[in-house]
C-alpha cells in the first residue's frame, strides 16, 4: 500500500530530537524553529515528559472513558490554576479540528442558531464542521450543512456588528493570534469590542488558542492580553508536546448534559499523562515567561533587516513577511544552514519553537539567517 499524496515533503527523515534541535537519519544536527507546528512546546524529549509517558504506558495506556479516569480531574485543576481560567469546564479531545468541531456544537446547542462568523485567512480545522480559508481555493474545506460561515476582515468591528444586528449568528470564533494567515495579530481593542458585541447580540466569542496558546505568546493565552474572558477556548497542539490531543475550556454559562458530547479517544491516560508533564514543565522552568523574553528579544533584532517587509507576533509565534516569495530562503535555511522554520502563504515565513528555546539558540538563528538572506 502506497501514502496517500497531499503533503509535499522534504527529503529529510528526522530521528532523533532533543531541546530545541533534531538530527536526520545521516546524523545531520537542525536547529528547529518550527516545533513541529507549534507542537513541541517544552522541548524534544524532556526528560520529565519522557518519564511520565514511559510510567504511565507501563502501567496503562487507555481505557473507556465510561469509567473514572482521575488523570483528567488532575489535568484540569492544574489547567485551571495555569490558564486562569479555574471556574471553567473542560472537554478533552484529540486534535484542534475536534477542538474547534466541539465548540462550534455547543455554540449552536446553547444558543439555537446557526450561524458563524469568523475572519479572512482564518484556519480552524481539518473537519467538515471547523471552519477555514487560505489563500488557496483549492483548500478550503466543505462546511456542515447546519452551519453557514460568513469570513470577515479582521479587525474591522464594524463588519463584526452589521452581522451581528441580523440575530442570527451563533458564534464568533477568532485565533488569538493567526497561524496559516501568517501571523496576524487582532487589536487588543478589536478584542475588546468583540466581546462586548458578542455579549450584547448573544452569540458565544470562541477564541482558537490551538497555536498562540500554551504559552506561546508570552501569556498563556494570547487573548489574554486584551484582559478578555470568552465562552469557550480551543487549545490543542502544544498541550501535550507531540502526543495527539485537543481540548475545549468551557464558560461556566453553559450547563452539560449527558450524550451532548462524546469521545472514544479524548483524555485517555496516555494523553493526559503527556498533558500534566508539559503543565509541570512550564511551571518549573517558567517557559511562558522565557517566550515572552526570548520572543521580545528575536523580535526587536530581526526588526529593520533590510529584506524584510514587516516582523509580526508575540512571544515565540513571529512571522517575517517578504516582498519576495520566500521559498528559495527557507530552502537555503534548510538544507544549507539547518534551521527548520515554517510557511504562511508564499512571503511570509513561521517562527514556531519549542518555548525553551534560550538567548544563544536565538542567536545561532540571527546568525544562520543572515547568512541564508545573502
Known sequence: MKLFDVYPLFDIEIVKGLGCHVWDKAGTEYLDLYGGHAVISVGHSHPTYVKAISEQVSRLGFYSNSVINSLQQTLAD?????????????????????????????????????????????????????VRVTDNPKIIAPVNEDLNVTYLPLNDPYAVEVELKRGDVSSVIIEGIQGV???????????????ELCTRYGAALILDEIQSGYGRSGKFFAHQYAGIRPDLITVAKGIANGFPMGAVLISPTFKPVYGMLGTTFGGNHLACAGAIAVLDILKAEHLVENAAHVGSYLLQELKGWGRIKEVRGRGLMIGLEFDEPIKEIRQRLLFKEHVFTGVAGTNTIRLLPPLCLTKAEADMFLERFERALK
Not at 98 to 122: C, D, I, Q, Y
Open 78 to 130: 492544574k489547567l485551571g490554576e495555569a490558564s486562569g481560567y479555574d471556574d471553567y469546564a473542560l472537554f478533552l479531545i484529540n486534535s484542534g479540528a475536534e477542538a474547534n468541531e466541539n465548540a462550534l456544537k455547543l455554540a449552536s446547542f446553547h444558543n439555537g442558531k446557526k450561524r458563524v462568523l469568523t475572519f479572512k485567512h482564518a484556519f480552524h480545522g481539518r473537519t467538515s464542521a471547523a
Open 181 to 195: 494567515g501568517g501571523i496576524q495579530l487582532p487589536s487588543d481593542e478589536f478584542m475588546r469590542t468583540l466581546r
